[in-house]
């Protein structure tokens, strides 16, 4: 499940697929050219003259042609890496809330714009409960679908009733929507005018923000108006501006009205368990004939799954001595000496605070048991 090595071997092939394509004259030339000399070869050699040998020595040309050799070579290492049989590293003890689990997938399929598959999906489940988010995600990807045909309307009015929200998480989503506005009512209008008046009344007061330097290139750009396209500011036209302003209202309406990620939670469970599966398969075959490991009643993971800085929602503390996870009844605890461990390694190296102090494992440093102090995450 090494996806990206899987991607790796995919590029070869495709990069030896172009490669013969455009070396293909000169390919079918060398194979003529063969040919031509094993039959040369075969009519003039004696009726007795074993003619295995040449025509193994014209198969071997055509095997050695690169990309059979990656074609035949794909199959294979598809079959090495995606082992078809995960069940030996699931949790059979784990039970399931069936409701919540229907709601998560509906949640999905309803923040992607699939409406229908989600109705279809909970009616096909029986859970006659709608998803709670439906009718958001309904107004959200009206407001998305509106801004691909290039009207602000709607964006725009749901920033300015959100505005206040907006400033708290430091969003520019307005300003991204005012700036897209401005530089379309400047390409319609045939004076620069209309565009300076709509910029006085919604943009202006970004001015002494992080914006200024955004702002002096959209009326800088009101010089090149009628040809903005073949001017030193013709990025403002690009497409990606768009994009970027329409994710960014996706993250921001998910986070303000729904207090979601604007990952759905069933994609990030997903793709951070494609990162940690191959870990867990090859734990589970190393450790197949071993009888005294038990994976169904482990309380945690058996070996150190290193997971992508997205994923990384919470900070998580593991004592560097005992090699264990901070926890509710084992916090990190802070030593006068600035080092932490937690709090039963500290207990043990005290004696259960038998002695007053004990040396650092990690410095010459006489800890104090009574000023450790307990960390916050």
């Known amino acids: 499940m090494e996806l990206k090595s899987i991607k790796d071997a995919f590029d070869r092939v495709a990069n030896k697929q172009k490669l013969s394509y455009t070396k293909t004259h000169e390919i079918i030339q060398l ?7 094993a039959l040369s070869i075969l009519q003039e050699a004696p009726p007795q003259f074993d003619h295995r040998s040449i025509l193994a020595d014209v198969k071997k040309t055509f095997m050695e042609n690169q990309l059979d050799v990656a074609l035949t070579k794909y199959p294979k290492f598809l079959e090495k890496q995606l082992n078809s049989d995960i069940s030996k590293a699931y ?8 409701h919540v689990v229907n709601q998560i997938i509906a949640n999905f399929l309803y923040r992607q714009g699939m409406f229908d598959i989600g109705d279809c999906f909970l009616a096909e489940t029986g859970d006659e409960s709608e998803c709670s988010t439906r009718q958001a995600f309904v107004e959200m990807h009206q407001i998305v679908d509106a801004m691909e045909k ?6 725009l009015n749901w920033a300015a009733s959100n505005s206040e929200k907006l400033k708290q998480t430091r969003s520019d989503l307005e300003m991204k929507l005012h700036s897209l506005r401005f530089l379309e009512i400047a390409k319609e209008s045939q004076n620069s005018q209309e565009a300076i008046n709509y910029a006085r009344k919604h943009i202006a007061g970004y001015a002494d923000s992080s914006s200024l330097y955004e702002i002096q290139k ?42 979601e990620p604007s990952e759905s939670a069933l994609s ?41 800085e997205e994923f990384q929602f919470h900070s998580v ?6 090699k264990e996870q901070a926890s509710d009844e084992n916090p990190p605890m802070m030593m006068s000496c600035g080092h932490v ?18 040396k650092c494992p990690y410095c010459p440093t006489d800890v104090d048991i009574l000023r450790c102090r307990q960390l916050h995450f």
């Open 268 to 308: 990030t469970t997903l793709t951070a368990g494609t990162q940690a599966l191959p870990v867990l398969l090859k734990y589970m075959n190393v450790t197949a004939s071993s009888k005294k490991v038990d994976w169904q009643s482990m309380e945690q993971l058996p070996v150190a799954v290193e997971l992508s």
């Open 31 to 37: 194979l003529s050219q063969e040919l031509d000399k």
């Open 341 to 358: 461990l937690c709090k039963q390694t500290i207990n043990k190296m005290s004696k259960n605070g038998a002695k007053s102090s004990f």
């Open 218 to 259: 959209l009326f800088c750009s009101l010089l090149w108006s009628k040809n903005l396209g073949h001017s030193p500011y013709s990025k403002l036209l690009s497409p990606s501006r768009w994009d970027k302003a329409a994710r960014e209202l996706t993250r921001q309406y998910c986070n303000i009205l729904l207090g």
């Open 150 to 155: 290039r009207e602000l309307g709607p964006a």
């Open 91 to 98: 949790r059979h003890n784990i039970e399931f809330d069936t």
């Open 317 to 322: 503390f593991v004592c560097p001595v005992s």
